[in-house]
Nanobody, 124 residues
Framework: QVQLVESGGGLVQAGGSLRLSCAAS????????MGWFRQAPGKEREFVACISWNGGSTKYADSVKGRFTISRDNAKNTVYLQMNSLKPEDTAVYYC?????????????????WGQGTQVTVSS
């Protein structure tokens, strides 16, 4: 199992951009599907995006499609989430997660590795 640490969150105005990073320990990272989820206050954790082990396939929630881009660098054991055109409704704690066996899962149960989360706040 990999260990995950997110960074890059912060406060940004609506329309701005942020790039989140998730650093992973362990060589098995390279075989994991990696995902980003987010959780706003009082709401359930929801799927944002995921990327296949080799970066060849990506999947996005409709709410972020066209604004967010997920990528990974297996040489650096890192996955990224570039967030553009941010909206106040994107405000949440963002979590990095790893799925060791599947692809494209949008539910949290398929992911067995989780980071501690990083706060993203978008002001209007």
């Amino acid at each position: 199992q990999v260990q995950l640490v997110e960074s890059g969150g912060g406060l940004v105005q609506a329309g701005g951009s942020l790039r989140l990073s998730c650093a992973a320990s362990g060589s098995s990272f390279r075989s994991y599907t990696m995902g980003w989820f987010r959780q706003a206050p009082g709401k359930e954790r929801e799927f944002v995006a995921c990327i296949s082990w080799n970066g060849g396939s990506t999947k996005y929630a409709d709410s972020v499609k066209g604004r967010f881009t997920i990528s990974r660098d297996n040489a650096k054991n890192t996955v990224y989430l570039q967030m553009n055109s941010l909206k106040p409704e994107d405000t949440a704690v963002y979590y990095c997660a790893g799925d060791p066996v599947g692809w494209g899962a949008v539910g949290i149960r398929e992911y067995d590795a989780w980071g501690q989360g990083t706060q993203v706040t978008v002001s209007s």
